[in-house]
């Protein structure tokens, strides 16, 4: 028997809330505005939940700004939750990993305000609406600076749009939301649904790393 030969296959949101309704016990055809309603928001709050219990590889990206002239704070891009790793580059297009330290760490600096042609350092102040990030030394004129932070997850707010979230996550986001759906419209599911959520997002948080050999390298200042 041929196989199709393509890679095409994706699950949309009325999709997958079809699929979920399914496994909740009921009929698509009992969909109504307040059930999307309902699933939507459940989505989302679905989506901070993954946020909150891991790194997800689809959530990082590369950031870069400037840190001014005797400036010793960059305000990260919007939707940052957090920063992963820094480095400057110089004039001459050469690369400098900066080192993270804690708020502690940044606290018990004795000059925080010490002057340098670079900074090699940096503290990552988790504030709302999103992170601020503290350099030192502060730098004597301005330099190149790019960042990987984690972002929240893209809104997801209408069943025309897909999840974000790879192929590979469809069926957690499926039995993740059936779950949801479940403690509200099918309680005498909820249970067995609720297992088979974890098992499917226990399945794809495993997958969800880079495949490289271990490397420990101490950490220079």
């Known amino acids: 028997m041929a196989t199709s030969g393509t890679f095409n296959w994706s699950l949309a949101g009325d999709d997958i809330l079809v699929e979920v309704w399914e496994r909740c016990g009921k009929n698509p055809a009992t969909l109504n505005a307040d059930v999307i309603r309902s699933a939507l928001r459940s989505v989302q709050l679905m989506l901070i939940d993954w946020t909150n219990r891991g790194l997800n590889l689809w959530q990082v990206d590369q950031q870069a700004t400037t840190i001014g ?3 010793s704070t960059v305000s990260s891009a919007p939707a940052t939750t957090d920063v992963l ?3 400057i580059t110089d ?3 050469v690369h400098r990993t900066l080192a993270a330290i804690s708020r502690d760490e940044y606290a018990a600096l004795p000059m925080p305000d010490t ?3 670079a900074p090699t350092q940096f503290w990552v102040e988790r504030v709302n609406p ?3 990030l503290h350099f030192y030394p ?3 004129a301005a330099i190149s600076l ?3 932070r984690v972002r929240l997850p893209m809104d997801f707010s209408a069943l025309s749009q897909t999840v974000e979230s790879p192929i590979l996550w469809t069926e957690a986001a499926c039995a993740g939301l059936a779950a949801k759906m479940a403690l509200k419209f099918a309680p005498d599911r909820f249970s067995v649904l609720k297992g088979l959520a974890e098992e499917a997002y226990n399945a794809a948080a495993v997958e969800n790393r880079e495949r490289v050999p271990l490397s420990i390298m101490p950490e220079l200042y």
């Open 146 to 148: 790019t960042y990987n």
């Open 85 to 87: 790793e820094a480095w």
């Open 138 to 140: 502060v730098p004597t």
């Open 91 to 93: 004039s001459s297009g």
């Open 115 to 117: 002057q340098s042609s």
């Open 130 to 132: 999103q992170p601020i």
């Open 69 to 71: 002239a005797l400036s």
